[in-house]
C-alpha cells in the first residue's frame, strides 16, 4: 500500500460545484501539506497542518479549505470551483523535522 | 519571478550518456536543498537532500553538488538510463522546514 493516498485520482467537476479531495497517510507523521502543480509552475503549498490542531495558509490557500480530521487525513475542498483551479493536486507529509517528504501519487482536477 | 530557476526546461540525451541538470535560487534564509524525480503522473521522490554545510551529495547515479556562497546546484547523472525519463525538481527549504520553494523542473527524456 502506498504511504500516502489520495482520492479521488481523477474528477472532472463544474464550475461553482464544491470538490473534496481527500488524503490518508501511513507514515504516522504529523506534518501533511497541499500543493498544487500547474504546467511551467513549481509545487505551490497551499495549505499544511503541523498536527491535528494546527492549520495554516500557504503561499496560494484563496478559495482553497482544509480539514485535518485525524492524525493521517487531510483533506483539501474548493467550495465553488472555478476553471483556473484546474490543476494536479498534491498531498505530502513530512515527520516533525521535514527532512524527508512523502507525495501521494496526485489527483488531476478540472473544472469545467 | 521563480525565486528557484531550473535549466534547462527540458533535455533529451541518450541512454548511457551523463548529463547535469542545474538550479539557482535566490531564497533566503536557506535551510536545505533537495532534489526529486517525478514521473509523468506519479508524485515526486526524493533523491537527495543537502544542507549548506554540505558540497555534495550522493544517490548511486546520481550526485548532487551544492554551492551556498553562489546559491547554485546540480545534479549529474551518470550513465542515464530510460527509466531516468523524468522531471528533476529542485527544492529551497527556508527557516523551519515548512516553507519550501520548487523549481519548475527540468523534463528529461532519455532515448534508446
Known amino acids: 500500500d502506498a504511504d500516502v493516498t489520495q482520492t479521488p485520482r481523477n474528477r472532472i467537476t463544474k464550475t461553482g460545484k464544491r470538490i473534496m479531495l481527500e488524503c490518508s497517510q501511513t507514515k504516522g507523521h504529523d506534518r501533511m501539506y497541499w500543493y498544487r502543480q500547474d504546467p511551467g509552475l513549481g509545487l505551490r503549498l497551499i495549505y499544511y497542518s503541523f498536527d491535528v490542531k494546527d492549520i495554516n495558509k500557504g503561499e496560494i490557500s484563496d478559495g482553497y479549505s482544509v480539514s485535518r480530521q485525524a492524525q493521517a487525513k487531510f483533506s483539501l475542498s474548493l467550495e465553488s470551483a472555478i476553471p483556473n483551479q484546474t490543476a494536479l493536486y498534491f498531498c505530502a507529509t513530512s515527520d516533525t523535522w521535514g527532512n524527508t517528504i512523502y507525495f501521494g501519487e496526485g489527483s488531476w482536477l478540472t473544472v469545467v | 519571478k521563480n525565486q528557484v530557476e531550473q535549466s534547462p526546461q527540458s533535455l533529451i540525451i541518450l541512454e548511457g550518456k551523463n548529463c547535469t541538470l542545474q538550479?539557482?535560487?535566490?531564497?533566503?534564509?536557506?535551510?536545505?536543498l533537495r532534489w526529486y524525480k517525478q514521473d509523468t503522473g506519479r508524485g515526486p521522490v526524493s533523491l537527495t537532500i543537502m544542507t549548506f554545510s554540505e558540497n555534495t551529495k550522493s544517490n548511486g547515479r546520481y550526485t548532487a553538488t551544492l554551492d551556498a556562497d553562489t546559491k547554485q546546484s546540480s545534479l549529474h547523472i551518470t550513465a542515464s538510463q530510460l527509466s531516468d525519463s523524468a522531471s528533476y525538481i529542485c527544492?529551497?527549504?527556508?527557516?523551519?522546514?515548512?516553507?519550501?520553494?520548487f523549481g519548475a523542473g527540468t523534463r528529461l527524456t532519455v532515448k534508446p
Open positions: 538550479c539557482n535560487y535566490t531564497v533566503s534564509p536557506f535551510s536545505n
Open positions: 527544492v529551497i527549504s527556508l527557516g523551519n522546514n515548512n516553507d519550501m520553494r
